[in-house]
């Protein structure tokens, strides 16, 4: 394995037309990946797809506002989650960007996230969180990388976790990883210098990286469709940033994605 690809979403209805021929590209790119799912018919999605491919695996979770009507399950996530194919519980977290806008909504995410951190726990899998917030700071209202880091410094986890799409500054990145946390870098780090402070901040052994296909294509396909044999395009722009030889990156990611996730290859 060359690259990984540490949060997909391959069994989207974006692949039904070429899911196969994206699987080979993936292949041909030496490309492993985590196929992630947003609610709980995504999620057995995600794991009939990782149980037919030996480069793939599956996380199960329900999304902090896709599905909005989902109560979490956990009798039936936990059955899923217990299978060998299945490496990490989410994508869970907080999103104010697209929801949380009043008390009631963000006491759901709220809900929903704990009892997603109580299954990783349970199960003792990684938690992959998706953590994002609304366009304008509201003073005197506790963002949502706030409410994250609060939760997750009073839980003081004893699985990895892992912030996906990682798209904050070096400030943040800092306090996520003295919490532990390995941060999951995106397509957006190739087209703009925003993000390259907090991989500067990020140490390498905490650094995972991920495509969010089919969203988020980086450099040369931005505004198309994303997928898994694309990541190339993120790890080449890390190794830019960090100013390191693009195999010794490759290689490193590969060796963190293999740690975090317990898989081999
Ligand atoms: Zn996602």
């Known amino acids: 394995m060359d690259y990984f690809d540490s949060h997909c979403h391959l069994q989207l209805s974006q692949f039904d037309e070429d899911r196969e021929a994206a699987l080979v590209r993936m292949q041909e790119?030496?490309?492993g990946g985590v196929v992630v799912g947003t609610d709980y018919a995504m999620s057995v999605a995600a794991v009939e797809l990782a149980k037919q491919h030996d480069f793939l695996w599956a996380a199960v979770g329900l999304h902090p506002n896709d599905n909005a009507d989902e109560l979490f399950d956990s009798p039936a996530y936990e059955k899923l989650a217990r299978d060998p194919k299945v490496v990490a519980i989410g994508e869970c977290g907080l999103d104010y960007f697209r929801g949380g806008?009043?008390?009631?909504?963000?006491?759901?995410?709220?809900?929903?996230?704990?009892?997603?951190?109580?299954?990783?726990?349970?199960?003792?899998?990684?938690?992959?969180?998706?953590?994002?917030?609304?366009?304008?700071?509201?003073?005197?209202?506790?963002?949502?990388?706030?409410?994250?880091?609060?939760?997750?410094?009073?839980?003081?986890?004893d699985i990895p976790v892992i912030i996906h799409f990682f798209t904050g500054t070096g400030e943040l990145a800092q306090k996520y990883v003295e919490l532990g946390c390995y941060l999951s870098f995106p397509g957006p780090i190739t087209y703009t210098d925003m993000y390259d402070q907090s991989i500067l901040d990020t140490p390498m052994d905490r650094i995972l990286s991920e495509t969010d296909s089919p969203f988020a294509a980086p450099v040369p396909y931005r505004g198309k469709r994303n997928e898994p044999s694309y990541v190339d395009?993120?790890?080449?722009?890390?190794?830019l940033i960090k100013e390191m030889d693009l195999p010794d990156v490759a290689a490193q990611i590969v060796q963190n994605s293999q740690k975090v996730f317990g898989v081999a290859g």
């Open 29 to 31: 790119h030496k490309t």
């Open 101 to 157: 806008g009043t008390f009631e909504e963000k006491t759901t995410q709220r809900m929903r996230f704990e009892m997603q951190i109580e299954l990783a726990a349970k199960v003792g899998k990684p938690l992959i969180i998706h953590c994002r917030d609304s366009q304008q700071r509201i003073a005197n209202i506790t963002s949502a990388h706030e409410e994250m880091l609060n939760i997750l410094g009073q839980r003081k986890l």
């Open 233 to 239: 395009h993120v790890v080449a722009k890390i190794a």
